[in-house]
């Protein structure tokens, strides 16, 4: 049977719209051409630019038009889209303006008198679109009309869903169904739209209906269905489906990532290691999914410190994948965990320039700026280095902090972050258990309530201890830590990781009575909002410190004006406006043998009017006259607040 150009043409737009190829991303070379407006436009000023179109067109032809009146509108329809597009010809000047005059166009047209067309051979089929991503990488080409048109918008729509623009790429998705409803790569990005938006019946619906196509849309369907039950976390039929889909369509990628998850989640790591392994040689996946199967097997190399593998498998899943933020983190988290906190800070920064909104990613980044700054500072650095040492010598000869004589005045309420594990599927984010202790510390350091042992000072003490994950997960081990460390409560427990969201469960344990003061369970969203999640954390265990701890502390000296004079003050997180009940000592009785103590009354109530480092003073608002040596205790009652 003899096909027709046309006839060709058709199906190589049908071939790229149902099996794109996973490639490396190529750079364009900068150049600039002079627009109708004057204005001279510099593909080199273009460089950070994260999505960028080159439309090559022919002001004559009726598919150049429809494509660039589609870009148009969809310019005009989405205010809020990040796409920057350059419409270039090579024809006649006057055409070409004819045109941008009669349609007002919103984005330049370009005079490529320079023979860039030819250069990326961008003539012989008219329209070329060239959508590039960041540094010039050439991400797509597309050509000619029709159905051409449709891969562009959804190609444009599937980098949206790349770059986490969830809403962004759901509309453009709907604007190609709207032209075509059998468009199955279009019904792809809305459902996987949804699933990143954690609308799970609204991903299935879409994926189902993909499935009953049959053909390459029952693959598709059913590879999206297996997504839909990992997030879900019903993980047996998520790994059959999947399974389906691999003895179906053995080169398809995700299926095996999929498996990799699901076995990992159950603890099988080598099972999961050689479904990895199977994935990242595979050949065809989404362009949303490329990255990821790069990514979770680096994840598994750097959990057994293997960090040379992993950044080789990051630098793959980034040259495939420019958008993807987790694997440059990921890359300057194995710098991080050798040591080599300059280049991790880069590779932060380089993140940081493809997504400045995410939150992780600057809080690492801040993380190795207070690190670099220490290390900087040669006299703080040595007096680290000494502690540490002391620590480890006291460790060893276990001899904890000696006991103060006075034990009714609080000390200050020292805190460590000890063994905080990730524990469930595999994140593609790692360092988020180190990440969420060094946030957390600074959160509850500038309260002045509680005071949490330096992270970089806890790192080393661990280092030179040479103390494994299965002792430091002991209790007996977490409590000697925390006596050493003058430590009032140990902070432990584990980030659980879900497929679409984090469990975060902490323990604080009393290093005194070896008790549990403390369980939080809570879920953490870790995008945007991660760091004002830990900020609600901090809220969470604050209030409980300070319920379950009162300051405490004695009167010390009645001064002539009327004041008290009390030991406690910042460093007890004591603040102008606290108040304290004072206190008459309970009575002891002998009864039998056994000496019984009631409890303390209350005689009066004061107010701290000024706050000094070890003391503060106070004045009488209750009550009458009290004397040196009196008890204080801080009043927590919202009630007895109000009433004074």
């Given at each position: 049977?003899?096909?027709?150009?046309?006839?060709?043409?058709?199906i190589?737009?049908?071939?790229?719209?149902?099996?794109?190829?996973i490639?490396?991303?190529k750079?364009?070379?900068?150049?600039?051409?002079?627009g109708l407006?004057?204005?001279?436009?510099?593909?080199?000023?273009?460089?950070?630019?994260?999505l960028m179109?080159?439309?090559?067109?022919?002001?004559?032809?009726r598919p150049?038009?429809?494509?660039?009146?589609?870009?148009k509108?969809?310019?005009r329809?989405?205010?809020?889209?990040?796409?920057?597009?350059w419409?270039?010809?090579?024809?006649d000047?006057?055409?070409?303006k004819?045109?941008?005059?009669?349609?007002?166009?919103?984005?330049?047209v370009l005079?490529?008198?320079?023979?860039i067309?030819?250069?990326v051979?961008a003539l012989?089929?008219?329209?070329t679109?060239?959508?590039?991503?960041?540094?010039?990488?050439?991400?797509?080409?597309?050509?000619?009309?029709?159905k051409g048109?449709?891969?562009?918008?959804?190609?444009?729509?599937?980098?949206?869903?790349?770059?986490?623009r969830?809403?962004?790429?759901?509309?453009?998705g709907?604007e190609v169904i709207k032209?075509?409803?059998?468009?199955?790569?279009?019904?792809?990005?809305?459902?996987?739209a949804?699933?990143?938006?954690?609308?799970t019946?609204?991903?299935?619906?879409?994926?189902?209906?993909?499935r009953?196509?049959?053909?390459?849309?029952?693959?598709l369907g059913?590879?999206g269905l297996?997504?839909?039950?990992?997030y879900?976390?019903?993980?047996?039929?998520?790994?059959?489906?999947?399974?389906?889909?691999?003895?179906?369509?053995?080169?398809?990628?995700y299926?095996?990532?999929?498996?990799?998850?699901?076995?990992?989640?159950?603890?099988?790591?080598?099972?999961?290691?050689?479904?990895?392994?199977?994935a990242?040689?595979?050949?065809?996946a989404?362009?949303?999914?490329?990255?990821?199967?790069?990514?979770?097997l680096?994840?598994?190399?750097?959990?057994?410190?293997?960090y040379k593998?992993?950044?080789e498998l990051?630098?793959k899943?980034?040259?495939?994948d420019?958008?993807?933020?987790?694997?440059?983190?990921?890359?300057?988290?194995t710098y991080?965990?050798?040591?080599k906190?300059?280049?991790?800070?880069?590779?932060?920064?380089?993140?940081?320039?493809?997504?400045?909104?995410d939150?992780?990613?600057?809080?690492?980044?801040?993380k190795?700026?207070?690190?670099?700054?220490l290390?900087?500072?040669?006299?703080?650095?040595?007096r680290?280095?000494?502690?540490?040492?002391?620590?480890?010598d006291?460790?060893?000869?276990?001899?904890a902090?000696?006991?103060l004589?006075?034990?009714?005045?609080?000390?200050?309420?020292?805190?460590?972050?000890?063994d905080?594990?990730d524990?469930g599927?595999?994140?593609?984010?790692?360092?988020?258990?180190?990440?969420?202790?060094t946030?957390?510390?600074?959160y509850?350091?500038?309260?002045?309530?509680?005071?949490v042992?330096?992270r970089?000072?806890?790192?080393?003490?661990?280092q030179?201890?040479n103390?494994?994950?299965s002792?430091?997960?002991?209790?007996?081990t977490q409590?000697?830590?925390?006596k050493?460390?003058?430590a009032?409560?140990?902070?432990?427990?584990?980030?659980?990781?879900?497929?679409g969201?984090t469990v975060?469960?902490l323990?604080?344990?009393?290093?005194?009575?070896s008790?549990?003061?403390?369980?939080l369970?809570?879920?953490l969203?870790l995008?945007?909002?991660f760091?004002?999640?830990l900020?609600?954390?901090n809220r969470q265990?604050?209030?409980?410190?300070i319920?379950?701890y009162?300051i405490?502390?004695?009167?010390?000296?009645?001064?002539?004006?009327?004041k008290?004079?009390?030991?406690?003050?910042?460093?007890?997180?004591?603040?102008v406006?606290?108040l304290?009940?004072?206190l008459?000592?309970?009575?002891t009785?002998i009864?039998k043998?056994?000496?019984?103590k009631?409890?303390?009354?209350?005689?009066?109530?004061?107010k701290?009017?000024?706050?000094?480092?070890?003391?503060?003073?106070a004045?009488?608002?209750?009550?009458?006259d009290?004397?040196k040596?009196?008890k204080?205790?801080?009043?927590?009652?919202?009630?007895a607040?109000?009433?004074?």
């Open positions: 049977m003899k096909y027709s150009n046309k006839h060709i043409l058709f190589l737009f049908i071939f790229a719209l149902l099996v794109p190829q490639g490396f991303c750079k364009l070379e900068p150049f600039s051409l002079k407006d004057g204005k001279v436009y510099d593909l080199s000023q273009m460089k950070n630019c994260q179109i080159l439309y090559f067109f022919d002001p004559l032809s150049s038009q429809e494509g660039l009146l589609w870009l509108n969809i310019v329809r989405y205010k809020g889209m990040d796409l920057k597009i419409a270039i010809t090579n024809s000047k006057e055409k070409a004819d045109f941008f005059q009669k349609e007002m166009l919103n984005f330049p005079i490529d008198d320079k023979g067309g030819e250069k051979d012989t089929v008219l329209p679109v060239i959508i590039l991503g960041p540094d010039y990488l050439v991400l797509d080409k597309i050509q000619g009309g029709g048109l449709e891969v562009m918008v959804v190609r444009i729509a599937e980098r949206e869903l790349q770059r986490k969830v809403k962004m790429a759901e509309k453009l709907q032209k075509d409803p059998n468009n199955i790569k279009a019904h792809l990005v809305t459902g996987y949804a699933l990143k938006n954690g609308d019946d609204k991903a299935e619906l879409v994926f189902s209906k993909v009953q196509r049959g053909g390459i849309g029952e693959v059913t590879e297996a997504a839909v039950y990992e879900k976390g019903n993980y047996e039929k998520a790994y059959k489906l999947a399974d389906q889909v691999s003895k179906k369509a053995p080169e398809r990628a299926p095996h990532v999929i498996k990799g998850n699901v076995l990992y989640a159950k603890g099988e790591k080598n099972a999961a290691k050689k479904e990895f392994e199977h990242v040689k595979k050949d065809k989404e362009p949303y999914q490329q990255g990821i199967r790069f990514n979770q680096g994840r598994l190399y750097a959990s057994t410190g293997e593998k992993a950044r990051y630098d899943a980034i040259s495939i420019p958008y993807y933020v987790e694997a440059m983190a990921n890359k300057g988290v991080e965990k050798e040591g906190w300059s280049k991790a800070l880069a590779y932060y920064k380089k993140a940081l320039e493809i997504d400045k909104q939150s992780i990613t600057s809080l690492l980044l801040k190795a700026q207070e690190i670099l700054e290390q900087r500072d040669a006299q703080r650095s040595k680290i280095d000494k502690l540490v040492k002391e620590l480890v006291r460790y060893k000869k276990q001899k902090q000696p006991l004589e006075d034990q009714w005045t609080s000390r200050p309420m020292v805190l460590t972050f000890l905080i594990k524990s599927i595999l994140s593609e984010r790692d360092g988020l258990s180190s990440l969420l202790a946030q957390l510390g600074d509850l350091n500038s309260s002045g309530r509680v005071k042992v330096e970089y000072i806890l790192d080393k003490l661990l030179e201890l103390l494994g994950s002792e430091l997960a002991n209790r007996g409590l000697r830590l925390g050493i460390l003058a009032k409560l140990i902070a432990t427990g584990s980030l659980y990781h879900l497929p969201q975060l469960s323990r604080l344990i009393d290093t005194e009575t008790f549990i003061s403390m369980v369970n809570m879920k969203d995008g945007p909002s760091n004002r999640e900020f609600r954390v265990i604050l209030t409980r410190v319920q379950n009162p405490r502390g004695y009167i010390i000296e009645r001064e002539p004006d009327g008290y004079l009390l030991n406690v003050g910042q460093n007890q997180g004591v603040v406006g606290t304290f009940k004072v008459n000592e309970g009575r009785i009864y043998g056994r000496t019984l009631s409890a303390p009354s209350q005689k009066g109530v004061i701290v009017i000024k706050v000094e480092r070890d003391i503060s003073y004045k009488r608002v209750e009550g009458t009290f004397n040596d009196d204080i205790e801080e009043i927590l009652s919202v009630k607040r109000q009433k004074i």
